[in-house]
């Protein structure tokens, strides 16, 4: 099997190609496809200081409401979370007990990679407190999450908590220590 | 919605695992029945249907047993409700007349269906009895019979017996040309014989092994061909680094795989063809099937000795063919034990008299030893197995109720045993303790539980503890534990008082003689039909049949608790270890089911380790047998209207039902027709498979089956998946060496814009 390039890949960069099929020229009288616009290099300048501060402001509360948003994010799928795993029983079948891991185990991923969630919002002084307590807000909500996993693991009887449980490693008595009993 | 769930998973939980029913594929192959007539006391024929009659006795009755004439197979057999003295064919039709030992009525039956014939009446100087062969005109020198015309008095034509012949049961000849004899040969095997004009043109023989058997033993023919692997597994437990233990087993493994090769010639083919078991070969199959049962347990001799003295081994997986008989010395064999770490039978006479055999070649018993111990009138013998005493040792009762430790190996040996040795015995009238002299074996008085002068005990049960409970305690439906009273040392016991007619239920320790459980039934239990008693690792059950409030059997369960409140155990593993302290008093709960046939034996299903769910096998006085599983007699079961949430999520719960039918499922005899006689036994074996457990039942005729109260869990196809599981093997394989390295370089070349 022989491998060849394809052919324009081949012509791509020799110098043939470089100078007969690109012209400048033509590009530049071409017009611009529809939708897209040339950005001007020069700007004006906002010059006003009053309105500057109110902007930080809005964009302040703006960060605040999204950091409250990435907060709720968790609390909307709790009733779903709920509900499905009421639905779906205690019996011990492979998909809810995926299910209600992936319930522990998503929580946890969550808290761990909380700066990343909260990055759009981090980085302002000014709104750090609000952020810092919509972050223990999330951690809260997850933590909601993984109850609720928890609980599905609990009910399916897969958390080793109760004591029949433990019952394998209880000790037998040895009541017939040099002991030999017959009955007739 | 919960519920809902855990109603259809009980439902295809019960579906799938108590299906336990006999299958056709397995009736009449799995299981085997030897049917017996016995002596027979009178033989009679039906010339026009060629059926034999044969009359022969049980329990003190009167059996008659159907056979054809042709070929000697048993056509039926019916137990008359009393004795016959005497009997006769009524000529020229298929009726028969018997005559009542007691009331010396005449009763007329017909031989083709067995059925009474109402209108049919004989007189009583008519009736000739016939069970006696009319010799009449017959010459008999040894071996040669002839037959003699009855007016010229010239032989007619003579036949030649068999030289071992004792008896004659049934001649008939029509003095032309026909004769027919059925004989008794010495080996108490019947034969007949058809001649015409003297030339012999049917024979067939009929064995009839015993009349009643006096006791009975299991030997276990040991799997040779696990011992290798055996031997690698010590091997490789041995090996305390993991890493070498692992490579150890790689290089069994190795050499194994070698082995299959080599097996095969190096044939990829045939190794494929070998791994996959595809090979049907019929010779290759029954030699397979004869090391399954190897492997499996089941392939095992039950040894019976007879009334006459005989001992005759059968083995159970061949149905029940008789692998070897042997003629003892003795007279009135009463026990029979098989040492399982020495090999050796032994055999012991009512008048204390024993012999020993070797059975090392579980297929031909040598003679070892005979002797006779100092007791007369045995009536009870147990081996002593400690570490201390040789397996020699057994524990002697006589009927006087006195009792003795004696050596069967024939020296006198002190009884330098480390243990501590306590005997408990038991007569109608009570029960009495000792514990032994460790240095002459003598019995010293304990204590003693006197039973009052109208009181008797009529069953008595100990604990058997040869398997050790698998758990301590039982798991509730809300995952709570209740601990199992598991006292070792305990014994159960049934006293009928027969001014009151009430039964009283008693369990007791057999260390110390305290009483445990005192239960009363006041139902008016009926005294003269069995009344049965089961110890199991933490329960006991009990069967009898009452006339209050209604004429049912009743099955009561009492199961025996450390203590009823959920978690809490009151034994202490580290602090116990002296059981004459005594345990703490166990907590009970009982529940009585009703069960519409009388119960005749109960036994309950041994298996190798105790995993699988307990069954109560019993024999009803129908002549079937059936099975209950042990949680459908829990003690523990409630009202439906009790049940909370949890108890229905408890294994196998479900709601009291005071009537247990019987299901036909559980009925494991089927379509078979057992004549147990009066003091059958049922007994128990535990197989290699944990989920199996043959049963034998055995009386007058000989049952044997297998049962798997759990299901068949452990029972796969010996090529068990082999094919997905090597069609797996090969598409991981392809994909790691072949298609994943083509993926990665046709993915390389298309970055690199390679066409191909």
Not at chain 1, 147 to 161: E, V, W
Not at chain 2, 32 to 60: A, M, P, R
């Given at each position: 099997?022989a491998?060849e390039?394809?052919?324009?890949?081949?012509?791509?960069?020799?110098?043939?190609?470089?100078?007969?099929i690109?012209d400048?020229?033509?590009i530049?009288?071409?017009?611009?496809?529809?939708?897209?616009?040339?950005i001007?290099?020069?700007?004006?300048?906002e010059?006003?200081t009053?309105?500057?501060?109110k902007?930080?402001?809005?964009?302040?509360?703006?960060?605040a409401?999204k950091a409250?948003?990435?907060?709720?994010?968790?609390?909307?799928?709790?009733p779903?979370?709920?509900?499905?795993?009421?639905?779906?029983g205690?019996?011990?079948?492979?998909?809810?007990?995926?299910?209600?891991l992936?319930l522990l185990?998503?929580?946890?991923k969550?808290?761990l990679?909380?700066r990343?969630?909260?990055?759009?919002?981090?980085?302002?002084k000014?709104?750090?407190?609000?952020?810092?307590?919509a972050?223990?807000?999330?951690?809260?909500?997850?933590?909601?999450?993984?109850?609720?996993?928890?609980r599905?693991?609990?009910?399916m009887?897969?958390?080793?908590?109760?004591?029949?449980?433990w019952?394998?490693?209880?000790?037998?008595?040895?009541?017939?220590?040099?002991?030999?009993?017959?009955?007739? | 919605?919960?519920p809902?769930t855990i109603?259809?998973?009980?439902?295809?939980?019960?579906k799938?695992s108590?299906?336990?029913?006999?299958f056709?594929?397995?009736?009449y192959t799995?299981?085997?029945?030897?049917?017996?007539?016995?002596?027979?006391?009178?033989?009679?024929?039906?010339?026009?249907?060629d059926?034999?009659?044969?009359l022969s006795e049980?329990?003190?009755?009167?059996?008659?047993a159907?056979?054809?004439?042709?070929?000697?197979?048993?056509?039926s057999?019916?137990?008359?409700?009393?004795?016959?003295?005497?009997?006769?064919m009524i000529?020229?039709?298929?009726?028969?007349?018997?005559?009542?030992d007691?009331?010396?009525?005449?009763?007329?039956?017909?031989s083709l269906?067995?059925?009474?014939?109402?209108n049919?009446?004989?007189?009583?100087?008519d009736?000739?009895?016939?069970?006696?062969?009319?010799?009449?005109?017959?010459?008999?020198?040894?071996?040669?019979?002839?037959?003699?015309d009855p007016?010229s008095?010239?032989?007619?034509f003579h036949?030649?017996?068999?030289?071992?012949?004792?008896?004659?049961?049934?001649?008939?000849?029509?003095?032309?040309s026909s004769?027919?004899v059925?004989?008794?040969?010495?080996?108490?095997?019947y034969v007949f014989?058809?001649?015409?004009n003297g030339?012999?043109v049917?024979?067939?023989?009929?064995?009839e092994?015993w009349?009643e058997?006096?006791a009975?033993?299991?030997v276990?023919?040991?799997d040779?061909?696990?011992?290798?692997?055996?031997?690698e597994m010590?091997?490789?437990?041995?090996?305390?680094n993991?890493?070498?233990?692992?490579?150890?087993?790689?290089?069994?493994?190795?050499k194994?795989?070698?082995?299959?090769?080599?097996?095969?010639?190096?044939?990829?083919?045939?190794?494929?063809?070998?791994?996959?078991?595809?090979n049907?070969?019929?010779?290759?199959d029954s030699?397979?099937?004869?090391?399954?049962?190897l492997?499996?347990g089941?392939s095992?001799y039950?040894i019976?000795?007879?009334?006459a003295?005989?001992l005759?081994?059968?083995?159970?997986?061949?149905?029940?063919k008789k692998?070897?008989s042997l003629?003892?010395?003795l007279?009135n064999?009463?026990?029979?034990?098989f040492?399982?770490?020495?090999?050796?039978?032994v055999?012991?006479?009512?008048?204390?008299?024993?012999?020993?055999?070797?059975?090392?070649n579980?297929?031909?018993?040598?003679?070892?030893?005979?002797?006779?111990?100092?007791v007369?009138?045995?009536?009870?013998?147990?081996?002593?197995?400690?570490?201390?005493?040789?397996n020699?040792y057994y524990?002697?009762?006589?009927?006087d109720g006195?009792?003795a430790?004696i050596?069967?190996?024939?020296?006198?040996?002190?009884?330098?045993?480390?243990?501590?040795?306590?005997?408990?015995?038991?007569?109608?009238?009570?029960?009495?303790g000792?514990?032994m002299?460790s240095?002459?074996g003598?019995?010293?008085?304990?204590?003693?539980f006197?039973l009052?002068?109208n009181?008797?005990?009529?069953n008595?049960?100990?604990?058997?503890?040869?398997?050790?409970?698998?758990?301590?305690?039982?798991?509730?439906?809300n995952?709570?534990v209740?601990?199992?009273?598991?006292?070792?040392?305990?014994?159960a016991?049934?006293?009928t008082?027969?001014?009151?007619?009430?039964?009283?239920?008693?369990?007791?320790d057999?260390?110390?003689?305290?009483?445990?459980?005192?239960?009363?039934?006041?139902?008016?239990?009926?005294?003269?039909?069995?009344?049965?008693?089961?110890?199991?690792?933490?329960?006991?059950?009990?069967?009898?049949f009452?006339?209050?409030?209604?004429?049912?059997?009743k099955?009561?369960?009492?199961e025996?608790?450390e203590?009823?409140?959920?978690?809490q155990?009151?034994?202490?593993?580290?602090?116990?270890?002296?059981a004459?302290?005594?345990a703490?008093?166990?907590?009970i709960?009982?529940?009585?089911?009703?069960?519409?046939?009388i119960?005749?034996?109960?036994?309950?299903s041994?298996t190798?380790?105790?995993?699988?769910?307990?069954?109560?096998i019993?024999?009803?006085?129908?002549?079937?047998?059936?099975?209950?599983?042990?949680?459908?007699?829990n003690?523990?079961?409630?009202e439906e209207?009790?049940?909370?949430?949890?108890?229905?999520?408890e294994f196998?719960?479900?709601?009291?039902?005071a009537?247990?039918?019987?299901?036909?499922h559980f009925?494991?005899?089927?379509f078979r027709?057992l004549?147990?006689?009066?003091?059958?036994?049922?007994?128990s074996?535990p197989?290699?498979?944990?989920?199996?457990?043959?049963?034998c039942d055995?009386g007058?005729?000989?049952?044997?089956?297998?049962i798997?109260p759990?299901?068949?869990?452990?029972?796969?196809r010996?090529?068990f998946?082999k094919?997905k599981l090597?069609?797996t093997?090969i598409?991981?394989l392809?994909?790691c060496?072949f298609?994943?390295?083509?993926?990665?370089?046709?993915?390389l070349?298309?970055?690199?814009?390679?066409?191909?």
């Amino acid at each position: 099997m022989a491998c060849e390039p394809y052919d324009w890949a081949v012509r791509l960069c020799t110098e043939a190609a470089t100078s007969t099929i690109i012209d400048d020229s033509v590009i530049k009288s071409l017009p611009s496809p529809p939708g897209f616009k040339v950005i001007e290099k020069s700007q004006k300048k906002e010059t006003n200081t009053g309105t500057d501060e109110k902007r930080t402001t809005e964009i302040n509360s703006l960060l605040a409401s999204k950091a409250m948003q990435i907060a709720m994010a968790p609390a909307k799928s709790i009733p779903m979370n709920m509900i499905m795993s009421y639905m779906s029983g205690t019996s011990l079948q492979i998909i809810p007990i995926m299910a209600a891991l992936m319930l522990l185990s998503g929580p946890i991923k969550a808290i761990l990679g909380i700066r990343s969630a909260f990055k759009p919002v981090l980085g302002n002084k000014e709104i750090q407190s609000q952020v810092n307590s919509a972050m223990i807000l999330y951690i809260l909500f997850q933590g909601a999450l993984m109850y609720i996993g928890l609980r599905k693991l609990n009910s399916m009887g897969l958390i080793p908590n109760t004591k029949s449980d433990w019952l394998s490693w209880e000790k037998h008595v040895d009541y017939n220590k040099n002991i030999k009993s017959f009955v007739f | 919605m919960a519920p809902l769930t855990i109603f259809f998973l009980l439902f295809f939980y019960l579906k799938n695992s108590i299906v336990t029913a006999v299958f056709a594929d397995e009736a009449y192959t799995v299981d085997w029945q030897i049917q017996n007539i016995g002596t027979y006391n009178c033989v009679l024929e039906n010339s026009l249907d060629d059926i034999l009659v044969i009359l022969s006795e049980l329990d003190s009755k009167t059996l008659l047993a159907y056979v054809n004439e042709t070929d000697g197979s048993l056509i039926s057999r019916n137990l008359l409700d009393y004795k016959v003295s005497d009997a006769m064919m009524i000529p020229n039709s298929a009726n028969f007349v018997l005559q009542n030992d007691k009331t010396g009525k005449l009763e007329t039956y017909e031989s083709l269906h067995g059925y009474p014939v109402q209108n049919f009446t004989i007189d009583l100087t008519d009736f000739k009895p016939s069970c006696k062969p009319n010799l009449e005109n017959i010459k008999r020198s040894n071996e040669l019979i002839q037959v003699i015309d009855p007016e010229s008095k010239l032989t007619l034509f003579h036949a030649i017996l068999p030289a071992t012949v004792k008896d004659i049961v049934l001649l008939s000849t029509n003095y032309v040309s026909s004769l027919k004899v059925f004989s008794l040969l010495d080996n108490s095997s019947y034969v007949f014989q058809s001649y015409n004009n003297g030339e012999l043109v049917n024979e067939w023989t009929r064995n009839e092994l015993w009349n009643e058997i006096n006791a009975h033993t299991v030997v276990e023919i040991a799997d040779k061909s696990m011992e290798n692997v055996l031997d690698e597994m010590i091997i490789e437990n041995n090996t305390s680094n993991p890493i070498l233990a692992y490579f150890t087993r790689l290089t069994m493994n190795w050499k194994r795989f070698l082995q299959l090769m080599e097996r095969n010639g190096y044939n990829p083919g045939r190794v494929l063809t070998d791994i996959l078991s595809l090979n049907n070969n019929e010779e290759f199959d029954s030699k397979f099937i004869e090391n399954q049962n190897l492997k499996f347990g089941f392939s095992k001799y039950l040894i019976v000795a007879t009334e006459a003295n005989e001992l005759i081994a059968l083995d159970i997986v061949h149905n029940g063919k008789k692998v070897w008989s042997l003629k003892t010395k003795l007279t009135n064999i009463k026990f029979l034990d098989f040492v399982p770490t020495t090999d050796k039978l032994v055999v012991v006479a009512e008048d204390g008299s024993f012999e020993k055999y070797d059975l090392s070649n579980r297929n031909n018993p040598k003679f070892l030893t005979s002797g006779r111990v100092a007791v007369n009138d045995v009536i009870s013998f147990k081996r002593v197995t400690d570490k201390g005493l040789e397996n020699d040792y057994y524990l002697v009762k006589s009927k006087d109720g006195k009792k003795a430790t004696i050596n069967l190996g024939g020296q006198d040996k002190n009884i330098n045993n480390s243990d501590t040795i306590y005997v408990t015995d038991h007569d109608k009238h009570g029960v009495t303790g000792y514990v032994m002299n460790s240095e002459n074996g003598e019995l010293i008085h304990t204590w003693s539980f006197e039973l009052l002068p109208n009181q008797e005990i009529i069953n008595f049960v100990e604990k058997d503890i040869s398997t050790k409970p698998v758990s301590i305690a039982n798991v509730l439906g809300n995952r709570d534990v209740s601990y199992k009273y598991l006292y070792p040392n305990l014994a159960a016991l049934i006293i009928t008082n027969k001014d009151t007619g009430e039964i009283y239920i008693n369990v007791i320790d057999t260390l110390t003689g305290q009483l445990l459980v005192n239960e009363k039934q006041e139902d008016k239990p009926d005294f003269n039909l069995p009344i049965n008693l089961i110890f199991g690792e933490h329960w006991i059950i009990y069967s009898y049949f009452s006339s209050e409030p209604v004429p049912e059997t009743k099955i009561a369960v009492i199961e025996l608790y450390e203590s009823l409140i959920p978690n809490q155990r009151l034994s202490n593993p580290e602090s116990a270890g002296n059981a004459l302290l005594g345990a703490n008093l166990p907590e009970i709960v009982s529940k009585s089911f009703l069960f519409p046939e009388i119960i005749k034996t109960m036994t309950l299903s041994k298996t190798k380790f105790g995993i699988s769910v307990d069954a109560i096998i019993m024999e009803l006085e129908s002549g079937q047998i059936t099975f209950i599983p042990k949680f459908v007699l829990n003690a523990r079961r409630k009202e439906e209207k009790d049940m909370t949430d949890s108890d229905k999520k408890e294994f196998m719960a479900s709601p009291y039902v005071a009537a247990i039918p019987i299901n036909d499922h559980f009925v494991i005899t089927h379509f078979r027709n057992l004549l147990m006689g009066e003091g059958s036994k049922i007994i128990s074996l535990p197989t290699n498979l944990e989920s199996t457990s043959i049963i034998c039942d055995i009386g007058n005729d000989i049952f044997c089956t297998r049962i798997s109260p759990s299901g068949q869990f452990d029972v796969m196809r010996p090529n068990f998946e082999k094919g997905k599981l090597l069609v797996t093997m090969i598409v991981m394989l392809l994909l790691c060496y072949f298609i994943r390295p083509f993926v990665i370089t046709k993915k390389l070349k298309a970055m690199w814009l390679v066409k191909e």
